[in-house]
């Protein structure tokens, strides 16, 4: 069969498609990681991180999408529309388009889950929320198994580079959930650290103590709050 | 008749965060809490006063309520028939649904329930009865926070009637620790289910799926004790006082200078001035609702009705029934402050926004309620207060804000004298009762 340029054309758009959606989906994996376990950007609010998940997984899901659409519509290759979701059903590659085939259902159901998450339980999103973990391997196989290129070495450098930051996401998330507080300390936690941050603004200011009338609450005994949480002595702000 | 009066609490001898202890009945309203005498009810002086509860007609029942106009008595004074009515139909789509009386009182400044439990606990177990027969439970419970005394008075309570004139639902006590979020109705359908007292996602609602799966009716124990009198007296009777909107009486918790917190059943639409003192310059800012609630400045009580209606427009609303009059020698920034505090420790921790903001926030107010705060404090607090707002599962952080932002509009003239390294207060000793939040019991069972 002569290829035209038209399908030279699909035939490109869906390989490159299909690595940016890996890539796309490694960042979500790695960003989903640092707001489960409340990390932050430096000198941004934590809800950047969550921000960036979300807008990135959609953004993946157009990569994907686009990428699905031309396997179907790429006649290079026999690709039935019922392969793209029933696992195995493809005539080209059964193994490898059916891996993908698993993967974009894991990842429609987590997609759908989390657009209704208001309307569904916590904990059942978590658990659909966790075949993520599932899903990116399969996804990751399936590239590595379709891809016509792996002797080009960009690409297998690029799906590593995919494979140790997820593994790097992971491990951190391991460590960082054996130091977490249970719930109920949480809160206490926090409130000392910006109690300490609050002081360590406030003597940076290096303010003159004030000078205070009998009873204002710079003056000591004042009961609101623990002694540690009010710097207005001086010393004992550090 | 006077409007106030009812029951005085004595406040732990003075000490701040000690729970209200139920106290001495003086002359009130008389029709919840007993006027004039100084013991609990038994269930032989219940009975002589009111009479056995009158069973059998559920739907008559909730249309007396409907007409009566009763709202929750807990803080969101959602309409009673319709949670009836929702329960009712559960059971007609075959799913029994479960009753649950929350005495479960979370707001620290609020007294109420305790004292309705502790002195006329029959009352409210009529009630429970009479709304689980109305809808066709089989499974009623007693919930309450984690209190020997409170406790035992209520296991003897339903010992006595066990006894005596058997229920048709048999009514199990629950215990749950004494923190802020244990009453939010999700934290009780969870520890009743034998969880955690910890609140989910509001979806799907108890009313839907709440003890172990079960549609659940949870009613305030005040909210039920009225309707134990509404199916004896009838919703005319019900609707003698109160407003058209906001029929019949309610029980507050009223602080004011110079004595123990009283507990005292009013008239919804009672100016604010006949049940405290409110004189200026003596009183600064009341405190309507609870922690959750909306600081009023004093110029603004003389005259105005205890409902929410008039309150709505000062962004205020009844509540709990917790009405704290700020005397002017204390400082309202500082009060708030250990306030915001509070809540911030009493985040389940659980929801991001919440566990991060509402920490920062209470750091922020205490920096405003010192002398001099760094000058970017009231911006970035007020930064952190839009941030939290609506993303938590529970209200919590929403509640905590309004509070919060409210101490800032009220106390604006004290935080301008803090600016410039001065205090108008001359009293040091905390006015609002802020519990201390226990270091131990992180299970929240």
């Known amino acids: 069969m002569a290829s035209t340029a038209a399908d030279i054309a699909l035939w490109h758009t869906g390989r490159a498609t299909g690595i940016f959606s890996i890539v796309l989906l490694t960042v979500v994996i790695v960003t989903g990681v640092f707001v489960n376990r409340k990390g932050e950007l430096a000198g941004q609010p934590k809800s950047v991180l969550t921000e960036l998940h979300r807008n990135i997984s959609l953004l993946a899901l157009a990569f994907v999408l686009v990428h699905v659409l031309m396997a179907v519509v790429d006649p290079t290759v026999s690709i039935s529309p019922a392969a793209l979701v029933v696992p195995f059903a493809s005539a080209y590659e059964p193994a490898w388009i059916g891996l993908g085939a698993i993967a974009f259902d894991l990842f429609t159901a987590v997609l759908i889950t989390s657009l209704v998450r208001q309307r569904m339980g916590h904990r059942s999103w978590l658990v659909v929320h966790w075949l993520t973990y599932a899903a990116w391997p399969v996804a990751l196989a399936h590239g590595l198994g379709t891809a016509t290129d792996l002797h080009s070495a960009w690409e297998l450098v690029l799906t590593w580079a995919c494979a140790a930051a997820v593994a790097l996401a992971l491990g951190w998330r391991l460590v960082a959930s054996r130091r977490a507080l249970p719930p109920g300390q949480r809160a206490a936690a926090l409130l000392s650290d910006a109690d300490r941050e609050r002081a360590a603004a406030s003597a940076a200011r290096r303010i003159p103590p004030p000078s205070p009338p009998g009873d204002s609450p710079a003056a000591p005994g004042w009961p609101y709050g623990p002694a540690s949480a009010r710097p207005t002595g001086g010393d004992d702000r550090a | ?445």
């Open chain 2, 1 to 445: 008749m006077t409007l106030s009066g009812g029951l005085t609490g004595a406040r732990g001898g003075g000490a701040p965060g000690t729970p209200g202890t139920p106290g001495t009945p003086v002359a009130g309203l008389g029709r919840l809490l007993p006027a004039g005498a100084g013991a609990p009810a038994g269930l032989g002086r219940h009975l002589e006063e009111h009479g056995p509860p009158p069973y059998g007609d559920g739907q008559g029942l909730i249309a007396a309520v409907e007409a009566a106009g009763l709202t929750g008595r807990g803080g969101a004074a959602f309409p009673t028939h319709r949670k009836l009515r929702a329960a009712a139909g559960a059971r007609e789509a075959g799913q029994p649904p479960v009753v649950v009386a929350n005495g479960a009182e979370s707001e620290p400044a609020s007294m109420k329930d305790k004292t309705l439990l502790a002195f006329c606990p029959h009352l409210v177990l009529d009630g429970l009865q009479l709304a689980a027969g109305a809808v066709g439970a089989r499974e009623a419970y007693l919930y309450v926070h984690r209190d020997a005394d409170l406790s035992r008075g209520l296991r003897d309570a339903l010992a006595e009637r066990a006894a005596h004139c058997p229920d048709p639902v048999a009514v199990r006590l629950v215990e749950a620790p004494a923190r802020f979020l244990a009453g939010e109705k999700t934290a009780l359908a969870n520890r009743i289910s034998g969880g955690a007292a910890l609140p989910r996602y509001g979806w799907p609602p108890v009313s839907r799926s709440g003890v172990r799966g079960a549609p659940t009716l949870v009613q305030n124990v005040e909210t039920l004790a009225h309707i134990a009198l509404i199916a004896r007296h009838g919703p005319g009777w019900f609707r003698e006082l109160g407003t058209d909107a906001e029929p019949g009486s309610m029980i507050c918790t009223v602080h004011a200078e110079g004595g123990p917190p009283r507990v005292t059943e009013i008239a919804i639409g009672s100016p604010l001035d006949s049940v405290a003192d409110l004189a200026i310059p003596a009183t600064q800012a009341v405190l309507i609702g609870g922690y959750h609630g909306t600081w009023v400045p004093a110029i603004e009580a003389p005259g105005l009705p205890l409902a929410n209606a008039a309150l709505r427009p000062l962004g205020a609303a009844l509540g709990a029934g917790v009405i704290a009059a700020l005397p002017a020698r204390r400082c309202g920034l500082a009060e708030s402050a250990s306030v915001a505090r509070y809540l911030a420790l009493e985040s389940a921790g659980q929801c991001g926004p919440c566990l991060n903001a509402l920490p920062r926030i209470a750091s922020a107010l205490a920096a405003l309620a010192d002398l001099r705060p760094p000058p970017e404090t009231g911006a970035n607090l007020l930064r952190w207060a839009d941030l939290v707002e609506h993303r938590g599962a529970c209200h919590h952080p929403d509640g905590t804000v309004r509070f919060v932002r409210s101490a800032l509009v009220v106390f604006a003239h004290e935080l301008a004298g803090h600016e410039a390294g001065r205090c108008g207060a001359t009293d040091p000793a905390p006015f609002l009762p802020v519990p201390e939040v226990p270091p131990g019991n992180r299970d929240w069972k």
